[in-house]
């Protein structure tokens, strides 16, 4: 690894404009623990604006690490205005954690000292309020958040009079990268209500008995929160099935998130939760018993409207030329929106190389997306390829009809 | 504990619930100490479990780097290796592994399932024997007993220990795999498709037990039933037995039963040839819409 960094230092030396080396040479440092040098060259990337969106992301994550505040704000800015969101919201909500100034509960020190850590995450702030509006196609899945969620903490009344009470679970479930964290901070947002998102990175401690008391932890933060919505995401890495696990270790994790979400000494009113996983087949069947997960949503691919949109939010921020986003829409069926995000990032790798080869500074166009287009598959192949295994022989209860029916629609069957 | 000690604990965790590929994203993404074997034995686990066996042996390599007494890399590595078909450098990896463990029954059981991938059918069961008398109740070495008496065509054994290993635990999709098998191989079709299904409802997530699964859907079809024979005995047998029983008409000299058996031997050769991968088309077509 030194040597490797040696090298990038060296080639930097000769040619100090060279930014595409200087990320390199600051994710190489980054990777090898020399967080402090890393931080140093994503300074340089940052003054020079010569970061990409994700690169300003995993910039804010070492400078948050380091407690430079300053650099994290400014790589958070810079990737807001390159319009990424993946782990945008999340530093944020750490970010002002440390300042002391945004969540209800603060996130506490550094992750070094674990018995200050808090694990949950509350999300208040107005300007990151998501809405359904943000969210693009999805109509069908949204429609039954509402119906489920949102309106029986909007209109309790309505629902008391026929004995339905607020709260009670709804699973999200579907391919990776296809917007179901999203529409669960939307689900906040549509109920003005804060966003607690709990992670099993937040809650999986090795130590005996810290991972229940981490989860124990961020459900109790949201509880004093509460009215607020809680959302649990990778389900099946919190609540994976106790019957498939070998070893003993993470059945407790499971029991805990059972007792948790009974309210077994706990007052769960007026707490919204959510939960979304890419593996609902993992989840244990106790967690989809009616009162917890009972209710399962499928967050399918998103469709051609939907892609068109988020195309159009993708590229709203960069400097384009006759690019036909009916055509990229409709030429990447089956396409998440982080395999999007992908395919616009790539494309503009490819306009910062034929920059730095021809000295100009030429648009992002058609001939760049459709290069890269030509070399990707959608991610969600291989998620669908499993699912319709689960669909055709582990289907009881029609419990992925939903699947069933998207693999059957026209769009699904591409997935053959 | 630091962030890197939480990142492993992250990827032990991902790949205890089987999600290597998560395993693999924490592992490339954050902050690593690569100066610790137990990082490599995570990474060539994950990329064993997505079959990157190349990756993994590299993996393997450069944990035994740091350690060349780590038991864990070192089955790892014969796993990666056996996974290229590499049997002479993951037999080294296990040997190496059983010097330093002589009496860890999972190792004896690898070793044997190796070995008898190498036709040394024999030394499996000496192997096997030693590990059942380490751990009498080791449901691994009950399993590969299974394959091993599959693999040595006592079907059997195999369905004896396939049995034992369902009565101990009856959701156990390997076990599922290797009755339907033996019953396929005995032409009892159906009842090999009831397994089959079975184990693919248990493991859905394996490919290769949905494909199998699947292939034992379109074997069951009625259309396939006057092909049962060949599942039954296999195909030499059979065109064997036809040429016998024209050999005996023929020295018969009973003609007309001659000519009877030329022509459904004639019709029995297109039918095989020509509906079973029709209907196989078909089914996919229909399940398709």
């Known amino acids: ?416 | 504990m630091d962030a890197t000690d939480r990142n492993l604990a992250l990827a032990r965790h991902y790949l205890d619930i089987e999600q290597p590929r998560r395993a693999l994203e924490v592992l490339d993404g954050r902050e690593h100490d690569v100066g610790d074997p137990e990082y490599w034995r995570l990474r060539a686990t994950a990329l064993i479990a997505v079959d990157g066996y190349r990756e993994a042996i590299d993996a393997a390599a450069r944990g035994l780097d740091l350690d060349p007494s780590d038991v864990g890399l070192l089955l790892v590595s014969a796993l990666a290796h056996r996974g290229v078909g590499d049997l002479a450098a993951a037999e080294r990896a296990l040997l190496a592994a059983l010097r330093i463990d002589p009496e860890e029954p999972a190792l004896l059981s690898q070793y044997a399932l190796l070995v008898a991938h190498a036709g040394q059918l024999e030394k499996a069961h000496r192997l096997l024997d030693e590990a059942e008398r380490l751990d009498p109740l080791a449901s691994h070495v009950v399993h590969a007993r299974g394959v091993i008496a599959y693999l040595s065509g006592d079907d059997d054994a195999a369905a004896r220990h396939a049995d034992t290993v369902l009565v101990d635990d009856p959701e156990e999709p390997g076990a599922h795999l290797l009755r339907g098998s033996v019953l396929s191989e005995r032409g009892s079709a159906r009842a090999a498709r009831r397994h089959f299904e079975t184990a693919a409802r248990l493991d859905p997530g394996d490919a290769e037990i949905a494909r199998v699964a699947r292939a034992s859907r379109w074997a069951t079809h009625p259309l396939l039933w006057p092909l049962l024979p060949i599942q039954r005995f296999g195909p030499a047998k059979v065109w064997l037995a036809f040429i016998a029983l024209i050999g005996l008409t023929t020295a018969a000299g009973i003609a007309w039963l001659q000519g009877v058996v030329l022509l459904t031997y004639l019709v029995f050769v297109v039918y095989s040839w020509t509906v079973p991968p029709l209907l196989r088309r078909w089914l996919e077509w229909r399940a398709a819409r």
């Open chain 1, 1 to 416: 690894m030194s040597d490797r960094i040696d090298a990038l230092r060296a080639a930097l030396a000769a040619d100090g404009s060279n930014s595409p080396l200087r990320l390199l040479l600051a994710e190489t440092l980054a990777a090898a623990g020399r967080r402090g040098e890393a931080l140093d060259e994503y300074a340089v990337l940052l003054r020079d604006r010569a970061l990409a969106g994700r690169d300003a992301v995993a910039g804010a994550r070492v400078a948050l690490d380091l407690g430079r505040l300053d650099l994290v704000a400014e790589l958070l800015g810079l990737a807001r205005e390159a319009g990424v969101t993946e782990g945008v919201a999340e530093i944020q909500a750490q970010l002002d954690g440390r300042l002391g100034s945004g969540g209800l509960v603060p996130l506490g020190p550094s992750d070094d000292d674990e018995e200050q850590r808090g694990p949950g995450r509350l999300e208040l702030e107005a300007h990151e309020r998501v809405t359904f509006a943000d969210v693009g196609g999805l109509a069908e899945v949204k429609k039954a958040v509402t119906r489920l969620i949102i309106l029986p903490y909007q209109r309790p009344e309505l629902y008391l009079k026929y004995g339905r009470g607020a709260g009670g679970g709804v699973l999200l479930y579907g391919p990776p990268g296809c917007g179901k964290t999203m529409l669960g901070r939307a689900t906040a947002g549509e109920c003005e209500l804060p966003f607690s998102n709990v992670r099993i990175e937040e809650i999986l401690d090795p130590w005996f008995g810290a991972s229940e008391r981490n989860l124990h932890g961020a459900f109790d933060e949201a509880r004093a929160a509460a009215p607020c919505v809680l959302f649990l995401d990778e389900l099946d890495a919190i609540g994976f099935a106790r019957r498939k696990y070998v070893g003993s270790a993470g059945r407790p994790l499971v029991d805990q998130l059972l007792q948790e979400l009974d309210g077994i000494g706990s007052d769960n009113r007026d707490l919204l939760v959510l939960g979304a996983t890419n593996a609902p087949w993992d989840v244990d069947e106790a967690l989809k018993r009616p009162g917890r997960f009972d209710r399962m949503l499928f967050v399918p691919p998103p469709d051609e409207p939907a892609r068109a949109r988020i195309l159009e939010l993708l590229l709203a921020a960069r400097p384009v030329e006759g690019v036909d986003i009916g055509k990229l829409a409709r030429e990447t069926r089956l396409f998440s929106g982080a395999d999007l995000r992908a395919l616009v990032e790539r494309a503009v790798d490819e306009v910062i190389e034929e920059a730095l080869s021809t000295g100009g500074e030429p648009p992002l166009a058609m001939r760049h997306l459709g290069k890269v287009l030509r070399g990707m598959q959608p991610s969600t192949l291989e998620w669908l390829a499993t699912a319709r295994n689960h669909v055709e022989f582990a289907n009881e209860g029609g419990r992925y009809d939903d699947v069933e029916r998207f693999l059957r629609s026209p769009e699904g069957k591409r997935a053959r």
